[in-house]
């Protein structure tokens, strides 16, 4: 391969998406993590799928494990574009007890190293190594370009992050140049940086490694018994301790939504995190831009008719104000407010919703009022339910967290009527 071909062509994105992320509670019971739905049409998956491929990475491998039946439809239906004769592959490798016949993937580390014959047909110079689980924009080749330039043997996306917020992360000391120093995991007193005491280098999940190095590596973690074979456990402090890493910060290469924004990036990995960064589309001028031209979020984009609004009676009018609504929606005699609808719900008269985050395919009966809830998808919600009024009746049903939100889940309200 010439050396002067784009870095991006000479490089593969793998992406770790076999995390449960038990944090969602019933959000995660049916899908893994990156298979939740987020912003109106998208899957958390997509942000890290669609960098790679807005950054020129036509070489990606998505590794699953928890529940993927969800994800794996979602990749088949909406990322099949990819073609071979281009030189451009998209594959899921699900874990199957390739390494030995009682073994599944054991760890981060080791979902790559179980791979390591596919990775190997690539024919790739360099990986990436992606969560599938964060919502952002970056541009991954500014993040490769720089791991060359400093000759390291593995380069860490990190967020800058307030000192004294720094201790649920895995933090950086680092040097003058951004060397890694030390790897400390949530430190009582993190270190703050050269330039500005009072920040500290946050790891993003996100490494490049180049794949000759890499591969070595993992051929070595394998056969340590020792190893609970986790990048952020093992490989990152082994090479911190005795080789070169460097730290690449996410201000250097995410993509803005205008010139004066600030840098975004988000773990959905709470209910009220999800809830929050989806209600967050609502505002003026959301941080995240999801009508970037230059930078899309690709997805599978579900054919439907527009949303429909009808009836205009006084407490019967079909109306949504600082919200998102997708396509498919009808909005029959329903109050809307600050709320974001996903595909095909469909709401009836006398109805209201404010600060809700309703996810396909979910009905709401008439007479209605619901504050400050999460609606899973196709939940059914029946006629004159309330919530968001009585905490503490709320709690007897449903997943009401310290934020005050409520999760709804058909499960739950079956429950509920059972016991009616």
């Not at 998505?62 to 030189?87: P, V």
């Not at 580390?109 to 990986?127: E, F, K, M």
């Not at 809830?275 to 439907?304: G, H, R, V």
């Not at 595909?343 to 009966?365: C, D, K, Q």
Request: overall charge negative; some cysteine.
């Amino acid at each position: 391969m010439s050396p002067t071909t784009r870095l991006a062509s000479r490089s593969m994105a793998f992406v770790l998406a076999g995390g449960r992320g038990s944090r969602l509670r019933e959000l995660t019971d049916r899908r893994v993590k990156p298979a939740v739905y987020f912003g109106g049409k998208t899957r958390i998956i997509d942000f890290a799928l669609s960098n790679a491929l807005n950054s020129g990475i036509r070489k990606i491998a998505i590794a699953t494990q928890y529940k993927a039946h969800s994800l794996i439809r979602h990749c088949q239906r909406g990322w099949t574009f990819f073609r071979a004769e281009r030189n451009e592959f998209l594959d899921i490798l699900p874990a199957s007890q390739r390494y030995d016949e009682a073994t599944w993937y054991r760890g981060t580390a080791d979902a790559v190293a179980q791979n390591i014959d596919i990775v190997d047909s690539y024919g790739v110079d360099y990986v990436l190594i992606l969560a599938g689980d964060h919502i952002y924009k970056m541009d991954y080749e500014r993040m490769i370009e720089h791991h060359v330039e400093s000759g390291a043997d593995v380069t860490i996306g990190c967020l800058t992050v307030p000192r004294n917020e720094a201790s649920a992360f895995g933090v950086m000391a680092i040097d003058e140049a951004d060397r890694i120093t030390s790897f400390l995991e949530k430190p009582k007193d993190p270190p703050g940086t050269p330039d500005d005491p009072d920040v500290t280098l946050a790891s993003m999940g996100i490494y490049v490694f180049r794949w000759d190095f890499l591969r070595d590596l993992l051929v070595r973690d394998m056969q340590d018994g020792n190893s609970s074979h986790d990048f952020g456990n093992d490989l990152i402090p082994d090479i911190v301790r005795n080789g070169t890493a460097q730290a690449h910060r996410f201000e250097r290469s995410c993509v803005r939504a205008s010139d004066e924004a600030p840098a975004y990036w988000r773990d959905v990995g709470t209910v009220d995190a999800f809830w929050k960064a989806n209600l967050d589309l609502t505002n003026f001028s959301p941080e995240l831009d999801l009508w970037d031209k230059d930078w899309p979020i690709w997805t599978y984009s579900e054919i439907t008719p527009p949303a429909k609004f009808i009836h205009d009676e006084e407490n019967r009018r079909g109306q949504a104000v600082s919200s998102l609504v997708s396509g498919g929606c009808i909005i029959s005699g329903t109050e809307i407010r600050e709320s974001l609808l996903f595909t095909m719900v469909h709401t009836n008269s006398f109805s209201s919703l404010e600060g809700a985050v309703v996810l396909p395919r979910a009905y709401i009966a008439r007479n209605a009022r619901l504050r400050n809830v999460v609606i899973d998808r196709g939940v059914h919600i029946p006629e004159g339910l309330v919530v968001g009024e009585d905490p503490e009746e709320d709690a007897k049903w449903f997943r009401v967290t310290e934020g005050g939100v409520t999760l709804i889940t058909q499960a739950m309200l079956d429950r509920r009527a059972g016991d009616a």
